[in-house]
């Protein structure tokens, strides 16, 4: 028997907030049926984490790494015949675990709050100019002011705020 | 018709020749391409969307302000930055209230998000407003007796609702017509709707499962067609078919013969006669044999 004396049955009022209303699930197993990452080793069960938001399960999930293997294609999203959005609410608890434990926010984050992009581009000047292209795109790259400003806008969100030691510069 | 061109992360920086290719196609079809100066990085899923949804937003509405500004429509190649963008659209354009936070935020920045923004694909673009006649017209070197398959981007396809603009949204066609119209047969396989797999966290989270899905799509297509090329529009879908084949070749025998993978854009700049050493210079697999004979050199 699965024991319930620990749950938080407001869990997925705490997480889905902007998803589809996930109490509609009824276990179908379609979003697991056309999932890549359902082939994983983990594999992703979308249906399972959908399940342990539904029973409040908060420390299992607190510590299951499968959301984070989903590979955004959003397959799930459009056959779920209960319009539950799990692609959404793979996001939801991915964030739902970032505000939980922030050793779950993602690199690129700071990546982003330090150079507006998620690829180097300094190894890449050579490269660009051989194939006849400006040595630096016309993206933030090129415009440091602009890049300041961005920065400035983001030390405003709670993400930021909450997490200062990873946002440099 | 004149659009904003956004680059996101991976073009630029990885397979520049893509952009390339892009900046020369299109203008010779009557698209003239805007720069989108300041963009950032979409954000990719992987990003913002899985950390703070009020700063993913506000993020997704930087970008969405630098094109309202131009009085363009946004348009990209990497399905990744396509679905992101559109998403997060819709999310502003519905809850007031995200909306309202994500204005002050880029307030400070000196930025305004209005909601005009219109975020359009490659394919989309290449097929609805060009269209394949137009593209056939301007060939030097149509693949005329040419086998190719194509790889529909996920993120072009679903959820059809917010990103579609393919129909029937299973069944999509826009980019096989557009391959088409190069002059090619497209060759149809049984896991063409497949995701390639390399987008988010798959990859890096469970490298032998996300390989072996690729495999199975690539031994797919070796087996079941005589396609000579692999079409793509996704710098994921092109970086990622690529690099697996790569491996799969590795393996040996059980590979089936390694087809080489090229961008929309990059087939066409080919078909048009420019230089394959701008367009076409970046890849893993091998690609030269075919691209003489593609200019019959
Ligand atoms: S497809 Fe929808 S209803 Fe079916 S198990 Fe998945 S989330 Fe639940
Ligand atoms: S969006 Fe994620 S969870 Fe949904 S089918 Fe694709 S990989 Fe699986």
Same mark, same amino acid.
């Given at each position: 028997?699965?024991?319930?004396?620990?749950?938080?049955?407001?869990?997925?009022?705490?997480?889905?907030?902007?998803?589809?209303?996930?109490?509609?699930?009824?276990?179908?197993?379609?979003?697991?049926?056309?999932?890549?990452?359902?082939?994983?080793?983990?594999?992703?069960?979308?249906?399972?984490?959908?399940?342990?938001?539904?029973?409040?399960?908060?420390?299992?999930?607190?510590?299951?790494?499968?959301?984070?293997?989903?590979?955004? &294609?959003?397959?799930?999203?459009?056959? &779920?015949?209960? /319009?539950?959005?799990?692609?959404?609410?793979?996001?939801?608890?991915?964030?739902?675990?970032?505000?939980?434990?922030?050793?779950?926010?993602?690199?690129?984050?700071?990546?982003?709050?330090?150079?507006?992009?998620?690829?180097?581009?300094?190894?890449?000047?050579?490269?660009?100019?051989?194939?006849?292209?400006?040595?630096?795109?016309?993206?933030?790259?090129?415009?440091?002011?602009?890049?300041?400003?961005?920065?400035?806008?983001?030390?405003?969100?709670?993400?930021?705020?909450?997490?200062?030691?990873?946002?440099?510069? | 018709?004149?659009?904003?061109?956004?680059?996101?992360?991976?073009?630029?920086?990885?397979?520049?020749?893509?952009?390339?290719?892009?900046?020369?196609?299109?203008?010779?079809? !009557?698209?003239?391409?805007?720069?989108?100066? /300041?963009?950032?990085?979409?954000?990719?899923?992987?990003?913002?969307?899985?950390?703070?949804?009020?700063?993913?937003?506000?993020?997704?509405?930087?970008?969405?302000?630098?094109?309202?500004?131009?009085?363009?429509?946004?348009?990209?190649?990497?399905?990744?930055?396509?679905?992101?963008?559109?998403?997060?659209?819709?999310?502003?354009?519905?809850?007031?209230?995200?909306?309202?936070?994500?204005?002050?935020?880029?307030?400070?920045?000196?930025?305004?998000?209005?909601?005009?923004?219109?975020?359009?694909?490659?394919?989309?673009?290449?097929?609805?407003?060009?269209?394949?006649?137009?593209?056939?017209?301007?060939?030097?070197?149509?693949?005329?007796?040419?086998?190719?398959?194509?790889?529909?981007?996920?993120?072009?396809?679903?959820?059809?609702?917010?990103?579609?603009?393919?129909?029937?949204? /299973?069944?999509?066609?826009?980019?096989?017509?557009?391959?088409?119209?190069?002059?090619?047969?497209?060759?149809?396989?049984?896991?063409?709707?497949? &995701?390639?797999?390399?987008?988010? !966290?798959?990859?890096?989270?469970?490298?032998?499962?996300?390989?072996?899905?690729?495999?199975?799509?690539?031994?797919?297509?070796?087996?079941?067609?005589?396609?000579?090329?692999?079409?793509?529009?996704?710098?994921?879908?092109?970086?990622?078919?690529?690099?697996?084949?790569?491996?799969?070749?590795?393996?040996?025998?059980?590979? /089936?013969?390694?087809?080489?993978?090229?961008?929309?854009?990059?087939?066409?700049?080919?078909?048009?006669?420019?230089?394959?050493?701008?367009?076409?210079?970046?890849?893993?697999?091998?690609?030269?044999?075919?691209?003489?004979?593609?200019?019959?050199?």
């Amino acid at each position: 028997m699965l024991d319930l004396t620990n749950a938080n049955a407001d869990l997925w009022r705490e997480i889905t907030g902007s998803c589809g209303d996930i109490r509609h699930c009824f276990n179908c197993s379609t979003c697991v049926a056309g999932c890549p990452a359902a082939e994983g080793n983990p594999p992703l069960f979308i249906r399972d984490l959908v399940r342990k938001v539904l029973l409040g399960l908060e420390e299992s999930l607190l510590e299951d790494e499968t959301p984070w293997l989903c590979v955004t &294609c959003s397959a799930c999203e459009e056959m &779920c015949p209960m /319009g539950v959005h799990p692609f959404e609410v793979c996001l939801a608890i991915r964030r739902w675990q970032t505000r939980n434990d922030d050793t779950y926010i993602p690199a690129a984050v700071a990546e982003i709050f330090e150079t507006g992009h998620t690829q180097p581009l300094d190894n890449v000047r050579e490269k660009r100019r051989a194939v006849g292209l400006e040595e630096v795109p016309p993206t933030i790259a090129r415009y440091p002011e602009l890049l300041e400003k961005f920065r400035d806008m983001l030390r405003d969100t709670d993400l930021v705020k909450n997490n200062e030691y990873m946002f440099k510069g | 018709m004149r659009y904003g061109l956004f680059l996101g992360c991976n073009v630029p920086a990885v397979r520049p020749d893509v952009e390339r290719a892009i900046r020369l196609t299109m203008p010779r079809l !009557g698209a003239e391409l805007a720069d989108l100066e /300041g963009s950032v990085c979409c954000p990719a899923f992987g990003a913002f969307p899985s950390a703070d949804e009020t700063a993913s937003l506000a993020v997704s509405a930087w970008n969405f302000s630098l094109a309202e500004e131009k009085g363009v429509e946004l348009v990209t190649q990497c399905g990744s930055c396509y679905s992101s963008l559109r998403t997060a659209r819709k999310r502003l354009l519905e809850d007031a209230e995200i909306r309202e936070a994500v204005d002050r935020l880029l307030a400070k920045a000196g930025r305004v998000f209005r909601g005009t923004v219109v975020v359009r694909h490659m394919i989309d673009v290449l097929y609805n407003d060009i269209g394949p006649e137009r593209i056939r017209g301007t060939l030097d070197f149509p693949l005329d007796g040419m086998k190719a398959v194509v790889q529909y981007p996920c993120h072009t396809l679903f959820p059809s609702e917010v990103v579609g603009f393919d129909t029937p949204a /299973g069944r999509p066609h826009m980019l096989r017509d557009l391959v088409e119209a190069l002059g090619a047969e497209v060759q149809t396989y049984s896991r063409e709707l497949q &995701c390639c797999g390399g987008a988010g !966290g798959f990859v890096k989270g469970s490298y032998a499962g996300a390989s072996e899905f690729a495999f199975k799509k690539l031994r797919a297509m070796g087996s079941e067609t005589e396609a000579e090329l692999i079409v793509v529009s996704c710098i994921t879908c092109l970086e990622h078919l690529d690099r697996m084949q790569g491996e799969l070749g590795k393996k040996g025998g059980e590979g /089936g013969c390694p087809i080489p993978v090229f961008d929309y854009n990059q087939v066409l700049a080919l078909c048009m006669g420019f230089d394959p050493a701008e367009v076409a210079s970046i890849s893993i697999m091998p690609r030269d044999g075919l691209i003489a004979r593609i200019r019959r050199a």
